[in-house]
DNA sequence: CGACCGATTGACT
DNA sequence: GTCAATCGGTCGG
Protein backbone atom coordinates (compact mmCIF):
# COMPACT_ATOMS: atom_id res chain seq x y z
CA UNK A 1 0.00 0.00 0.00
CA UNK A 2 1.22 3.37 -1.28
CA UNK A 3 0.21 6.59 1.25
CA UNK A 4 1.43 10.39 0.99
CA UNK A 5 2.48 11.08 4.45
CA UNK A 6 2.19 14.70 5.55
CA UNK A 7 5.41 16.65 6.37
CA UNK A 8 6.05 17.48 9.60
CA UNK A 9 5.99 21.21 8.75
CA UNK A 10 2.30 21.49 8.03
CA UNK A 11 1.72 20.69 12.10
CA UNK A 12 3.97 23.37 13.00
CA UNK A 13 1.61 26.08 13.13
CA UNK A 14 -1.04 26.94 15.90
CA UNK A 15 -3.51 24.11 16.69
CA UNK A 16 -6.54 26.27 15.73
CA UNK A 17 -5.32 25.97 12.36
CA UNK A 18 -4.52 22.19 12.27
CA UNK A 19 -7.74 21.06 14.18
CA UNK A 20 -9.43 21.61 10.76
CA UNK A 21 -6.66 20.76 8.92
CA UNK A 22 -6.86 17.31 10.11
CA UNK A 23 -10.94 16.47 8.97
CA UNK A 24 -10.56 14.16 5.94
CA UNK A 25 -6.84 13.20 6.46
CA UNK A 26 -5.80 9.46 6.99
CA UNK A 27 -4.73 7.76 10.31
CA UNK A 28 -3.11 5.01 9.17
CA UNK A 29 -1.86 2.15 11.85
CA UNK A 30 -0.10 -0.50 10.52
CA UNK A 31 0.21 -3.96 12.33
CA UNK A 32 2.87 -7.01 11.47
CA UNK A 33 2.53 -5.14 7.79
CA UNK A 34 -1.27 -5.11 7.25
CA UNK A 35 -2.38 -1.33 7.35
CA UNK A 36 -5.92 -0.49 9.52
CA UNK A 37 -6.72 2.90 7.66
CA UNK A 38 -9.08 5.61 9.37
CA UNK A 39 -9.95 9.27 8.25
CA UNK A 40 -10.05 12.13 10.65
CA UNK A 41 -13.49 13.29 11.29
CA UNK A 42 -13.63 15.04 14.58
CA UNK A 43 -11.19 17.06 16.52
CA UNK A 44 -10.64 19.56 19.18
CA UNK A 45 -7.83 22.03 19.56
CA UNK A 46 -5.91 22.72 23.29
CA UNK A 47 -3.36 25.45 24.02
CA UNK A 48 -1.61 26.22 26.63
CA UNK A 49 -3.20 29.28 28.34
CA UNK A 50 -6.13 26.96 28.43
CA UNK A 51 -7.44 25.24 31.95
CA UNK A 52 -8.97 22.58 30.08
CA UNK A 53 -5.74 21.52 28.37
CA UNK A 54 -3.18 19.11 29.45
CA UNK A 55 -0.22 21.58 28.98
CA UNK A 56 -1.91 23.94 31.45
CA UNK A 57 0.92 25.59 34.14
CA UNK A 58 3.93 24.01 33.75
CA UNK A 59 5.93 20.75 32.00
CA UNK A 60 5.53 18.17 33.77
CA UNK A 61 6.49 14.34 32.70
CA UNK A 62 3.14 13.62 30.90
CA UNK A 63 2.62 16.91 29.11
CA UNK A 64 6.20 17.41 27.77
CA UNK A 65 5.69 15.69 24.38
CA UNK A 66 2.49 18.87 23.76
CA UNK A 67 6.16 21.12 24.61
CA UNK A 68 7.95 19.60 21.86
CA UNK A 69 8.43 20.33 18.11
CA UNK A 70 4.89 20.17 16.24
CA UNK A 71 4.91 16.91 14.51
CA UNK A 72 4.25 13.97 17.11
CA UNK A 73 2.18 12.06 18.76
CA UNK A 74 1.13 13.08 22.13
CA UNK A 75 -0.69 9.67 23.97
CA UNK A 76 -1.97 10.06 27.44
CA UNK A 77 -4.11 7.30 29.44
CA UNK A 78 -7.51 8.31 31.10
CA UNK A 79 -10.06 7.57 33.61
CA UNK A 80 -8.08 4.51 34.18
CA UNK A 81 -9.34 2.41 30.78
CA UNK A 82 -8.64 4.34 28.26
CA UNK A 83 -5.64 6.26 25.55
CA UNK A 84 -6.24 9.24 23.76
CA UNK A 85 -4.03 10.71 20.69
CA UNK A 86 -3.49 14.16 19.76
CA UNK A 87 -1.14 15.65 17.11
CA UNK A 88 1.55 18.22 18.87
CA UNK A 89 1.31 21.55 16.77
CA UNK A 90 3.48 24.12 16.73
CA UNK A 91 7.04 25.10 16.85
CA UNK A 92 8.86 23.83 20.14
CA UNK A 93 7.82 25.21 23.38
CA UNK A 94 4.11 25.97 22.58
CA UNK A 95 2.15 23.45 24.67
CA UNK A 96 -0.16 23.14 22.05
CA UNK A 97 -1.90 19.45 20.55
CA UNK A 98 -4.83 18.53 18.54
CA UNK A 99 -7.00 15.68 19.91
CA UNK A 100 -8.16 13.21 17.31
CA UNK A 101 -11.85 12.68 19.06
CA UNK A 102 -13.22 10.35 15.83
CA UNK A 103 -12.06 8.44 13.12
CA UNK A 104 -13.88 7.01 10.08
CA UNK A 105 -13.26 2.82 9.58
CA UNK A 106 -11.38 3.06 5.43
CA UNK A 107 -9.78 -0.56 5.53
CA UNK A 108 -8.48 -3.19 7.52
CA UNK A 109 -12.01 -2.94 9.95
CA UNK A 110 -12.00 -7.00 10.44
CA UNK A 111 -9.17 -6.14 12.26
CA UNK A 112 -10.11 -3.29 14.18
CA UNK A 113 -13.09 -5.04 15.10
CA UNK A 114 -11.01 -7.75 16.95
CA UNK A 115 -9.66 -4.83 18.99
CA UNK A 116 -12.70 -3.86 20.17
CA UNK A 117 -15.35 -5.32 22.15
CA UNK A 118 -19.32 -4.64 22.80
CA UNK A 119 -19.98 -2.83 19.71
CA UNK A 120 -23.27 -2.13 19.35
CA UNK A 121 -23.34 -0.94 15.31
CA UNK A 122 -21.26 0.06 12.59
CA UNK A 123 -20.49 3.47 14.17
CA UNK A 124 -19.81 2.43 17.05
CA UNK A 125 -16.50 1.00 16.08
CA UNK A 126 -14.57 4.24 16.08
CA UNK A 127 -16.82 7.02 17.34
CA UNK A 128 -14.82 8.14 20.38
CA UNK A 129 -11.34 8.91 21.39
CA UNK A 130 -10.89 6.12 23.49
CA UNK A 131 -13.07 3.74 21.08
CA UNK A 132 -10.61 4.43 18.38
CA UNK A 133 -7.29 3.74 20.36
CA UNK A 134 -8.86 0.35 21.06
CA UNK A 135 -9.73 0.00 17.53
CA UNK A 136 -6.23 1.17 15.94
CA UNK A 137 -4.35 -0.31 19.01
CA UNK A 138 -2.59 2.85 19.83
CA UNK A 139 -0.99 2.78 23.53
CA UNK A 140 1.94 5.08 25.31
CA UNK A 141 4.42 3.39 22.99
CA UNK A 142 3.43 6.11 20.83
CA UNK A 143 3.93 8.84 22.94
CA UNK A 144 6.67 11.25 21.45
CA UNK A 145 6.29 9.56 17.86
CA UNK A 146 7.00 11.68 14.68
CA UNK A 147 3.66 11.55 12.48
CA UNK A 148 5.50 10.74 9.35
CA UNK A 149 6.60 7.52 11.15
CA UNK A 150 6.03 3.85 9.67
CA UNK A 151 3.51 2.16 12.48
CA UNK A 152 1.33 5.17 12.74
CA UNK A 153 0.91 8.23 10.76
CA UNK A 154 -0.88 10.70 9.06
CA UNK A 155 -1.22 10.82 5.30
CA UNK A 156 -3.58 12.36 2.85
CA UNK A 157 -6.54 11.32 1.72
CA UNK A 158 -6.23 10.77 -2.31
CA UNK A 159 -9.67 11.27 -2.98
CA UNK A 160 -11.06 13.22 0.00
CA UNK A 161 -14.52 14.92 -1.39
CA UNK A 162 -16.32 17.17 -0.51
CA UNK A 163 -17.57 18.42 3.35
CA UNK A 164 -18.85 21.09 5.14
CA UNK A 165 -17.15 21.35 8.35
CA UNK A 166 -18.82 22.29 11.86
CA UNK A 167 -17.40 24.11 14.72
CA UNK A 168 -18.70 23.54 18.50
CA UNK A 169 -18.02 23.50 22.24
CA UNK A 170 -15.44 21.12 23.38
CA UNK A 171 -16.98 17.57 24.81
CA UNK A 172 -16.25 16.44 28.61
CA UNK A 173 -14.82 18.90 29.99
CA UNK A 174 -15.13 20.35 33.45
CA UNK A 175 -14.00 23.72 32.60
CA UNK A 176 -13.27 25.93 29.48
CA UNK A 177 -16.83 24.68 28.05
CA UNK A 178 -17.53 27.72 26.48
CA UNK A 179 -14.74 27.61 24.18
CA UNK A 180 -15.42 26.69 20.68
CA UNK A 181 -12.36 24.53 19.55
CA UNK A 182 -14.41 21.11 18.39
CA UNK A 183 -14.14 20.92 14.76
CA UNK A 184 -16.03 18.09 12.99
CA UNK A 185 -17.56 17.01 9.30
CA UNK A 186 -20.83 17.97 8.92
CA UNK A 187 -23.47 14.86 8.86
CA UNK A 188 -20.77 12.00 9.48
CA UNK A 189 -22.06 9.55 11.43
CA UNK A 190 -18.77 8.35 13.06
CA UNK A 191 -19.02 12.00 15.06
CA UNK A 192 -19.30 11.23 18.39
CA UNK A 193 -23.20 11.56 19.24
CA UNK A 194 -24.07 14.67 21.41
CA UNK A 195 -25.68 17.79 21.80
CA UNK A 196 -23.58 19.60 19.51
CA UNK A 197 -23.99 17.76 16.11
CA UNK A 198 -25.01 20.72 13.66
C1' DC B 1 3.08 8.78 50.57
C1' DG B 2 -1.90 9.68 50.52
C1' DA B 3 -5.75 11.95 48.32
C1' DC B 4 -8.09 13.75 44.66
C1' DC B 5 -9.61 13.80 39.92
C1' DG B 6 -10.07 13.18 34.90
C1' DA B 7 -9.84 15.68 26.96
C1' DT B 8 -14.30 8.27 28.67
C1' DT B 9 -17.00 4.48 28.16
C1' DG B 10 -20.55 1.10 28.92
C1' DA B 11 -24.25 -0.41 31.67
C1' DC B 12 -28.41 0.72 33.36
C1' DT B 13 -33.30 3.52 34.71
C1' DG C 1 -31.39 10.43 30.51
C1' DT C 2 -27.93 8.99 34.87
C1' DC C 3 -23.89 6.94 37.05
C1' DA C 4 -19.85 4.28 38.54
C1' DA C 5 -15.53 1.75 37.25
C1' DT C 6 -10.67 2.32 37.47
C1' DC C 7 -5.70 3.85 37.94
C1' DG C 8 -1.92 6.98 36.51
C1' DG C 9 -0.77 11.87 36.93
C1' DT C 10 -0.32 15.50 39.89
C1' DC C 11 0.14 17.96 43.96
C1' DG C 12 0.13 18.80 48.98
C1' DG C 13 1.96 17.35 53.52
Do not use: W
Not at 18 to 39: D, E, M, S, W, Y
Not at 77 to 84: A, T
Not at 96 to 110: F, H, W
Amino acid sequence: MKFKKIPIKYFQRSALDVAPFLLGKLLVRRINNNFLVTRIVETEAYLNDDPASHSFGRITERNKAMYDAGGQFYVYFIYGNYFCVNVVTNVKGHGEAVLVRAVEPVSGIGEMIKNRRNIKNEHDLTNGPGKLCMALNIDKTFYGARTDGEDLFIAYDENPGDFEIGISKRIGLSVSKEIEHRFFIKGNIFVTKHKFNN
